[in-house]
């Protein structure tokens, strides 16, 4: 059963740093890519990082992406952080999911996701 943790938010004054952190646990996928999203209020879920890339106009030169592949780990450094920034921050996999139909050997993409963890940037 897959599982992601995340870990890391929390309250910090503008221009303060937090690093989140993802445990990842994939199991029974061998093939997944891990990723950041975040969601703030009223508004729709995005796409922060690749693993690797920040995509974002508005974090790239504030936030970095890591990943400790060994240990199944996923990070965000943010730095600078903003009062936008302010919302739930999502560790998410995509993984391909192996299947045999009368075709033989099929894949699907399956996504999973974590709780999320709150990060509240205050004046």
């Known amino acids: 059963q897959v599982q992601l943790v995340e870990s890391g938010g929390g309250s910090v004054q503008a221009g303060g740093t937090l690093k989140l952190s993802c445990a990842a646990s994939t199991s029974p996928f061998s093939n997944c890519g891990l990723t950041w999203h975040r969601q703030a209020p009223g508004k729709e879920r995005e796409l922060v990082s690749d693993g690797t890339t920040v995509y974002p106009d508005s974090v790239k030169g504030r936030f970095t992406a890591s990943q400790d592949k060994a240990n199944n780990m996923l990070y965000l450094q943010m730095d600078s952080l903003k009062l936008e920034d302010t919302a739930v921050y999502y560790c998410?996999?995509?993984?391909?999911?192996?299947?045999?139909?009368?075709?033989?050997?099929?894949?699907?993409?399956?996504?999973?996701w974590g709780r999320g963890t709150q990060v509240t940037v205050s004046s």
């Open positions: 998410a996999a995509e993984c391909l999911e192996y299947y045999y139909n009368y075709r033989g050997r099929q894949t699907r993409p399956r996504q999973f």
